[in-house]
């Protein structure tokens, strides 16, 4: 049996740019980078309903890169979805809390004081500054900054504390992570399962945290969170960016996960993919 495998699940009609995904319960709540919703896939009956996360209520798509939130992350506590900006801009800094239970939102926060520790903490400019992965571990949370700009630092932040808004420890730890075909792989969703991380790192041929590039390709790799050293990669696709990631079943030894794909293009539909990966 083959030690990975990818298999296509369905297309997301209507949602051009998925960038980040939780799975619950045979829905998968899905974020956008181009959207202020926060969508939920039914996959039995196969529908899609949608939440505005704009405190007037209101949600767009196929919002401008200028204006949009940018909404990279996503991750929850069991109780509550935690949805965050990347932090790539100042318009890019919300934290939208929605309940598990309606779907509603709960509260709307700016992350400018977190991030901009962050920046300080880990000697990083705006430039290289671009958060594509959150998770959430027993009062824990762990950061991934995507190094796709001029710097290239990929880095996990974790973050403890009271608060993350105002009252929190930081520790900040870069990693590195291998090339496809001699361009950079970076940061774009991770998830923890048990006592490993696995996340995902595409290659995106740009320097640059705002402006997208030439796709080379999309890697699967496993962390050791207490050593924050990389165990694992695979490479898993030579012209896709897979951004989202999480986890679907478990099946010894080996680990199903969902993943999303953004292809940076508002005319084409993302899609969700099955990837059985070997722990």
Same mark, same amino acid.
Request: glycine share 6%; hydrophobic share 35%; aromatic share 12%.
């Given at each position: 049996?083959?030690?990975?495998?990818?298999?296509?699940?369905?297309? !997301?009609?209507?949602?051009?740019?998925?960038?980040? =995904? #939780?799975?619950?319960?045979?829905?998968?709540?899905?974020?956008? &980078?181009?959207?202020?919703?926060?969508?939920?896939?039914?996959?039995?009956?196969?529908?899609?309903?949608?939440?505005?996360?704009?405190?007037?209520?209101?949600?767009?798509?196929?919002?401008?890169?200028?204006?949009? @939130?940018?909404?990279?992350?996503?991750?929850?506590?069991?109780?509550?979805?935690?949805?965050?900006?990347?932090?790539?801009?100042?318009? /890019?800094? &919300? =934290?939208?809390?929605?309940?598990?239970?309606?779907?509603?939102?709960?509260?709307?926060?700016?992350?400018?004081?977190?991030?901009?520790?962050?920046? %300080?903490?880990?000697?990083?400019?705006?430039?290289?500054?671009?958060?594509?992965?959150?998770?959430?571990?027993?009062?824990?949370?762990?950061?991934?900054? /995507?190094?796709? +700009?001029?710097?290239?630092?990929?880095?996990?932040?974790? #973050?403890? +504390?009271?608060?993350? !808004?105002?009252?929190?420890?930081?520790?900040?730890?870069?990693?590195?992570? @291998?090339?496809?075909?001699? #361009?950079?792989?970076?940061?774009?969703?991770?998830?923890?399962?048990?006592?490993?991380?696995?996340? !995902?790192?595409?290659?995106?041929?740009?320097?640059?945290?705002?402006?997208?590039?030439?796709?080379? +390709?999309? !890697?699967? +790799?496993?962390?050791?969170?207490?050593?924050?050293?990389?165990?694992?990669?695979?490479?898993?696709?030579?012209?896709?960016?897979?951004?989202?990631?999480?986890?679907?079943?478990?099946?010894?030894?080996?680990?199903?996960?969902?993943?999303?794909?953004?292809? &940076?293009? @508002?005319?084409?539909? %993302?899609? #969700?993919?099955?990837? /059985?990966?070997?722990?």
């Amino acid at each position: 049996m083959k030690q990975i495998t990818l298999e296509l699940l369905f297309h !997301l009609f209507g949602i051009s740019a998925a960038s980040g =995904l #939780v799975y619950d319960n045979t829905q998968i709540h899905l974020i956008s &980078d181009d959207s202020s919703y926060l969508y939920h896939y039914n996959m039995h009956t196969e529908k899609i309903s949608k939440t505005p996360l704009a405190e007037d209520g209101i949600g767009l798509e196929k919002i401008t890169k200028s204006d949009k @939130p940018d909404f990279e992350s996503i991750t929850t506590d069991g109780v509550n979805y935690f949805l965050f900006g990347s932090g790539s801009t100042e318009k /890019r800094i &919300d =934290l939208i809390e929605v309940s598990k239970i309606t779907n509603e939102v709960i509260s709307v926060h700016k992350l400018d004081i977190l991030y901009e520790s962050m920046k %300080s903490f880990a000697n990083l400019n705006d430039a290289n500054f671009n958060i594509e992965g959150v998770i959430f571990d027993n009062d824990t949370w762990y950061f991934f900054n /995507r190094g796709n +700009g001029p710097k290239k630092q990929n880095g996990i932040f974790v #973050v403890t +504390g009271d608060n993350i !808004l105002n009252d929190f420890r930081i520790t900040y730890t870069p990693i590195s992570l @291998p090339k496809i075909d001699k #361009v950079q792989t970076s940061f774009t969703d991770a998830v923890k399962v048990d006592d490993k991380i696995y996340f !995902l790192a595409a290659a995106e041929n740009t320097d640059s945290a705002f402006e997208d590039g030439e796709v080379n +390709g999309t !890697l699967v +790799g496993r962390i050791n969170p207490k050593k924050m050293k990389v165990e694992k990669t695979k490479i898993i696709s030579k012209d896709k960016k897979f951004e989202g990631i999480a986890l679907y079943k478990k099946d010894k030894p080996f680990l199903e996960f969902l993943i999303c794909d953004d292809a &940076d293009n @508002p005319s084409e539909n %993302s899609a #969700v993919y099955k990837l /059985r990966f070997k722990k």
